[in-house]
C-alpha cells in the first residue's frame, strides 16, 4: 500500500511540475452525471479559465448499507498536448451521512438502523474530453478522501468516477 502511494504522488508531482500552461474553460456552467463507486449529479461552476469549483451530490447504496454525501471542490485545469484533453486537480470537503440499515443476524438476533454523519477532505485528479461538435465534455477521475468522523481511513482508489456534461 506504502509503495502504491508513493507512486501516485511521485506521478502526480511530476505532473505538477510539467507543463503550466492552463486550460481554458469554454463554458460558465456545466452540470451532468457521475458515475462509480459513488454516483450522483455534478455541477461545475467556472471561476476563471483555468480554475472552477464544483459540487457533487452522489448516494451510494448496498443490502447492508446507504451513503449520502455532498462535495465541494476547488479545481485548477491545465491543458494537454492532445486536442480537445485537459486535465485537473483539486481539494475540497465533503458532508454526508453513512446509514447501516436494519437486519437480522444469523443467530436470529435484531440489528437496528443507525446513521452516522460523514466528514472527509477531499481530493480529486481527472482527465476531461471536450467534444468539439457538441456542447459535451467527458472526465475520468480519481477522488481520494480521508473521512474522519465516519470512518478514520483514506480512501484512494474506490471513488473513481466517469462523468458526462453538459456545458452551457
Do not use: C
Not at 452540470?31 to 455541477?43: D, E, P, T
Not at 472552477?52 to 443490502?63: D, F, H
Not at 438502523?113 to 465534455?137: H, M, Q, R, W
Amino acid at each position: 500500500m506504502q509503495k502504491t502511494l508513493r507512486n501516485i504522488f511521485l506521478i502526480a508531482a511530476a505532473i505538477l511540475m510539467g507543463k503550466e500552461a492552463s486550460a481554458q474553460l469554454s463554458s460558465q456552467h456545466a452540470v451532468g452525471l457521475r458515475f462509480g463507486s459513488a454516483s450522483g449529479v455534478n455541477y461545475r461552476y467556472t471561476l476563471a479559465e483555468n480554475r472552477a469549483l464544483e459540487g457533487i451530490l452522489s448516494m451510494r447504496s448496498n443490502s447492508t448499507s446507504s451513503t449520502f454525501r455532498l462535495v465541494g471542490l476547488y479545481q485548477y485545469h491545465k491543458e494537454l498536448p492532445l486536442e480537445n484533453f485537459s486535465w485537473y486537480y483539486g481539494f475540497g470537503g465533503s458532508i454526508g451521512n453513512y446509514t447501516y440499515k436494519a437486519f437480522t443476524s444469523n443467530e436470529g438476533v435484531h440489528i437496528p438502523k443507525t446513521t452516522e454523519l460523514s466528514l472527509s477532505i477531499d481530493g480529486i485528479v481527472g482527465v476531461e474530453y471536450s467534444l468539439p461538435t457538441a456542447p459535451i465534455s467527458l472526465s475520468l477521475d480519481v477522488k481520494p478522501y480521508f473521512d474522519f468522523v465516519q470512518e478514520s481511513t483514506i480512501r484512494v482508489f474506490d471513488p473513481i468516477g466517469f462523468s458526462i456534461r453538459y456545458k452551457f
